[in-house]
């Protein structure tokens, strides 16, 4: 096993890709270590520009946009658009797919942009989550129609964490490689090996214990059930925070569906979203060794039927995973 893949190298080592799949891979990943550098720089200075705040406006999803989110936004798009290798870019804070390169792009691509945008008024970890799929044979005209059609063809996933240091994770399905940002270069720089869930499973659960009583039977059998095993809680509410501390120590983290109580609030389809969540933070799962479900089913497995569908997601260690399919289904 090769210790050190640069980024520019990930996509020579994928046999299912053709020559020009190879060479668009490599440029948006070049593209997500470009825009990762840009805005690694602006969240550092993000406070003394007053960038933290709210902007008072409601996305697609009714959900206040941060700043961050807007400029994240923006970065990402440009950086993207200009590889000339993107068709159709799904991202959580537009309604509808920009068509980049007059449609000619190789690949649709879905994104988060700024995940976790709550913890940036405590200058907490955030982070930027990518999918990128292959367009199937005679899509449809239709935008969203074509990225849908495509979501069971992803050609690899990535997120960028913005924490104590900046790190970019990539996976095409067999391997998850880490890139670090060396800020005195400005470069993604590979860390040795690739990443793997613990063997032993680890320890660690990290949810939103106050939705608990909101939840479905099932997985508040699953939390009570915790009460009798050695664990640590952890949750820091920024997905790509949560994941990757899991990846690397072990642990499982849970976002279910939760009722509204008083007739507000509650996501009882979950709160994450399949295209730009919950899909790629699976298929890194999955080649670290782990797995990702909704409740019952694989996420690889859900038929996508909108380009902003929620999903309730449980992602780690494959044994705590497994933990949780068991006691979850039948409730005691
Ligand atoms: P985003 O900032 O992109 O809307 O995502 C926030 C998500 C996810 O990152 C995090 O795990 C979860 O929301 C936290 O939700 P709660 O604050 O409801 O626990
Ligand atoms: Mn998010
Ligand atoms: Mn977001």
């Known amino acids: 096993m090769d210790d050190m893949v640069q980024l520019d190298e990930l996509s020579e080592k994928e046999a299912g890709l053709s020559a020009p799949e190879r060479e668009g891979a490599r440029k948006i990943l070049r593209?997500?270590?470009?825009?990762?550098?840009?805005?690694?720089?602006l969240l550092a200075s993000g406070p003394l520009k007053g960038l933290t705040g709210a902007s008072g406006v409601v996305n697609v999803q009714g959900e206040e946009v941060q700043t961050f989110d807007?400029?994240?936004?923006?970065?990402?798009?440009?950086?993207?658009?200009?590889?000339?290798?993107?068709?159709?870019l799904v991202s959580e804070e537009?309604?509808?797919?920009?068509?980049?390169?007059?449609?000619?792009?190789?690949?649709?691509?879905?994104?988060?942009?700024?995940?976790?945008?709550?913890?940036?008024?405590?200058?907490?970890?955030?982070g930027s989550i990518?999918?990128?799929?292959?367009?199937?044979?005679?899509?449809?005209?239709d935008p969203s129609a074509a990225v849908l059609l495509s979501v069971p063809s992803p050609v690899f996933s990535a997120y960028v964490l913005y924490s104590v240091s900046t790190l970019l994770v990539v996976s095409f399905g067999r391997e998850v490689r880490q890139f670090a940002l060396d800020p005195a270069?400005?470069?993604?720089?590979?860390?040795?090996?690739?990443?793997r869930f613990p063997g032993d499973g680890g320890q660690i659960v990290s949810l939103n214990a106050g939705n608990?009583?909101?939840?479905?039977?099932?997985?508040?059998?699953?939390?009570?059930?915790?009460?009798?095993?050695?664990y640590s809680a952890r949750y820091v509410g920024a997905l790509v925070m949560d994941f990757h501390r899991n990846l690397l120590k072990g642990g499982i983290y849970l976002y279910p569906g939760d009722m509204p109580k008083g007739g507000s609030g509650g996501h009882p389809e979950g709160k994450l979203r399949l295209l730009y969540e919950a899909i790629p933070m699976a298929i890194i799962a999955r080649a670290a060794g782990g797995e990702a479900v909704d409740g019952t089913?694989?996420?690889?497995?859900?038929?996508?039927?909108h380009i902003h569908q929620r999903v309730p997601l449980v992602v780690g260690s494959r044994s705590l995973v497994e933990d949780y399919l068991r006691i979850s289904a039948s409730p005691s």
């Open 130 to 141: 990518f999918c990128v799929f292959r367009p199937s044979a005679g899509e449809p005209a």
């Open 185 to 195: 270069r400005g470069e993604f720089l590979p860390l040795p090996g690739t990443v």
């Open 297 to 305: 089913r694989p996420i690889l497995d859900v038929s996508p039927v």
């Open 94 to 126: 537009r309604e509808t797919p920009e068509i980049q390169n007059g449609g000619s792009g190789l690949f649709h691509v879905a994104m988060d942009p700024l995940d976790g945008s709550s913890n940036l008024a405590i200058s907490g970890p955030v």
């Open 31 to 41: 593209a997500l270590a470009a825009g990762g550098r840009e805005m690694a720089g």
């Open 70 to 88: 807007e400029i994240a936004q923006e970065v990402f798009t440009r950086t993207l658009r200009e590889t000339g290798a993107v068709r159709c």
């Open 212 to 230: 608990a009583s909101r939840w479905r039977e099932g997985d508040q059998s699953y939390l009570r059930s915790l009460s009798g095993v050695p």
